[in-house]
């Protein structure tokens, strides 16, 4: 194992200090937790929090700030937060109208935030919740019941983030969040697994031709393993995929993330992006009226990509999505 750290055990310490020691402006460290906290004065928003396992930066760290979330919980490397540090993101972000939490639908998270969404009720602190499972690969994979929570949730985070800052309510938020949650759709594959520095090898083999389709983020078992094919290929296997679900018919309109797995150059996911807008905007004739290419949920040192299509049921999602924002990640 080749790793820039020193030792295995203190990696989620050193991180989020070196994080927020860089970006002092954006972000702190709340002393004492795993917290990450936006830098601004209390401007009387519902808070938004969201967290999970670290591995997967910039999510969550990366996407707290102005228009984004007000706190974001770390646990130990592909291991969810404890509710005590849920907690405290909770506190971090209460700014008087409540706390929404954004989770991923794994099953340590789920049980996690909603533990913790019980103890800040005890100190008198509205808190709800959406649980992301946009994941269309597979049901009831590793560390999950139902489908996984994965790079839609970024999408979550930006629109919920930007109806904060305008001044939604708990209520608003959460009948907000349902509605993305209903509309938002991903799934990805893996040319080579991840290292946990915790652990020390692979999670999982695959060979030197060999990909996975519908890995997960922890690097759980895919639908598929196949020899590598070329990018227009891959792209095609995704589509058909999404297509099969989300029964889109031509002129609908939508949001597209093609988010790297953490050790997929941008070169190659600019080439995928690139044959998705031949199958998409060409072949069915889909309006894509939002597009991000990068690393926004990632799987530590996972070479692989994803693809997250987001239907547009309001023209508020587009003014969301497009609104700026003061974040590391986004």
Do not use: C
Not at 73 to 93: C, H, M, N, R, Y
């Amino acid at each position: 194992m080749k790793k820039i750290i020193n030792q295995p055990d203190q990696v989620v310490d050193d991180m989020l200090n070196g994080l927020a020691y860089a970006y002092d402006t954006i972000v702190s460290r709340v002393p004492g937790t795993t917290v990450i906290v936006r830098n601004l004065e209390s401007d009387n928003r519902v808070g938004l929090i969201s967290g999970g396992g670290s591995g997967h930066e910039p999510s969550h760290a990366g996407f707290v700030g102005k228009g984004m979330l007000s706190a974001a919980v770390a646990g130990q490397v592909f291991t969810s937060p404890t509710p005590d540090q849920i907690l405290e993101g909770i506190k971090a972000a209460d700014e008087g109208k409540g706390v929404f939490m954004i989770v991923k639908n794994y099953t340590g998270d789920v049980m996690n935030f909603d533990m913790a969404k019980e103890l800040a009720e005890l100190e008198d602190i509205d808190v709800d919740f959406v649980v992301v499972d946009d994941d269309i690969a597979v049901e009831d994979s590793t560390f999950t019941a139902g489908r996984r929570g994965v790079a839609g949730t970024v999408f979550m985070h930006k629109i919920l983030g930007a109806a904060a800052d305008a001044g939604a309510s708990l209520q608003d938020i959460k009948t907000l969040a349902e509605k993305v949650n209903n509309s938002v759709y991903s799934i990805g594959l893996a040319l080579s697994p991840a290292t946990n520095p915790e652990v020390g090898k692979p999670g999982f083999e695959l060979e030197e031709n060999e990909i996975e389709f519908g890995i997960g983020i922890h690097g759980e078992p895919g639908y598929s393993r196949e020899t590598l094919k070329p990018s227009k290929e891959l792209a095609e296997e995704f589509v058909r995929k999404l297509k099969k679900e989300i029964g889109w018919t031509s002129g609908d309109r939508f949001a597209v993330l093609v988010n790297g797995m953490g050790a997929t150059p941008l070169m190659e996911q600019f080439v995928f992006m690139n044959d998705l807008k031949t199958l998409l905007a060409g072949d069915e004739k889909l309006d894509l009226v939002f597009k991000k290419v990068g690393d926004y949920m990632t799987a530590i040192d996972m070479a692989g990509v994803s693809l997250t299509l987001l239907k547009i049921e309001d023209d508020a999602w587009i003014d969301h999505l497009n609104s700026p924002v003061e974040v590391i990640g986004w």
